[in-house]
C-alpha cells in the first residue's frame, strides 16, 4: 500500500513522511483513521548487542511519535527477508491497515537504523576479547545508567547514519553517554516543574494495541487546549510545531529533542509543552518507565 500524497487533519499538524529504506524516497502515511503496526526483530534484551539496543530505543521513539500524532499502534515481531545481525543497519517495517477494512496490513515503508560500530583495542577486563559484541552492561557504572546510554543511543545522531566510538571511549563512557546523562536529567527537572498530567505507560511495544495516551499527551490536544497564559502559548505553540516538523519529516528525533529542550529551558515552558517531551522522550517521569530499551519487549505469536 503506497500513499502518495495525503491529506492530513489540521489539528493533527503535519503529515507524516518517514524514509523507506527499500525505495530510498520519503513516503507518506495515510492519516491517523486506521491501524498501523509496527513490525522488528526479536533480539532477547541480555543478548543486545548496542545497535540492537538502538534499534528498540528508535522503535520505542517511533511508537511514541506515532500515539502523539493520534495513531492506533501495534507491534508484532519477526523480520521479512534476510535477518539482521549485529553490525546492522536493521529495519523496522511501518505496516498500515485501512480504517474498516478485513483484509491483511500491507507494508508502507521500512524506517531504516544505522548500525553501532566499536574500533579500537579493548583493555577492558577482557570484555571483548573473545570478538563478543559490546551491550549495554559493558558501558554502565557510575553515575551513567542503562537508561543515559540508551537515551544517547536515540538523540546522538540521526537513526539512518551509524554512529562510531573507540572501544575505550565506549567504557570509559565519556563524550556523548556524559552529554546525554547531563541532559536527560535536565529536561527531566524542567518537565516535573511544569507538573504535566501523568504520562501513559510508555514503552508498550508489548502490546497489542496502546490507546492514544490522556490530555495533553497528543499534538491534536496539546494544540487544542486552553493555554494557562498568552505568554506562554506564544512560546508552546510555534515549539510544538517546530517539534512536529522534526519528527513528521523523516523522524528526525535528535532536532525535536533540541527543540523541547531549549524551548523548556529558555523562556516557553508550560505544561503542554512538558506535556510533548513527557509523551516524546523516555525520560522516566510521571509513570514513564524511561529506559528507552523496554525489557518488557518481547516475541509475540504470529510474529511473521
Known sequence: MEVQHVEFPAEHGRAIRLFDGVTGRLVFLPPPTGMLTLRLPWVAPEVRGLGQERLAAVADALLRFLVWKGYRVGVRYGFRGPYPREGGPFGIDVLGQPEG???PVEPLCRVVVGPVEVHGACHHDG?????????????????????DV????????????????RCADLHAGHGLFQDARVARRRLRLLVARMQPRPAPSFPALSRPAPPPPPLPHTYAAAMGGTPSTEAHWRGTAPALRRCDDAL???????????TLYGSLRHGAASPELAGAAQALLPLGVGGDSGGGSPPSIGPATGGR
Open 150 to 165: 540508551r537515551f544517547a543511543l536515540l538523540v546522538a545522531g540521526h537513526h539512518r547514519h551509524p554512529r562510531r566510538f
Open 101 to 103: 477494512s478485513a483484509g
Open 127 to 147: 570484555a571483548h576479547r573473545t570478538g563478543r559484541v559490546p551491550t549495554v552492561a559493558d558501558v554502565v557504572g557510575g553515575t551513567l545508567t542503562a537508561a
Open 248 to 258: 513528521s519529516r523523516g523522524l528526525n528525533v535528535p532536532l525535536a529533542f533540541g
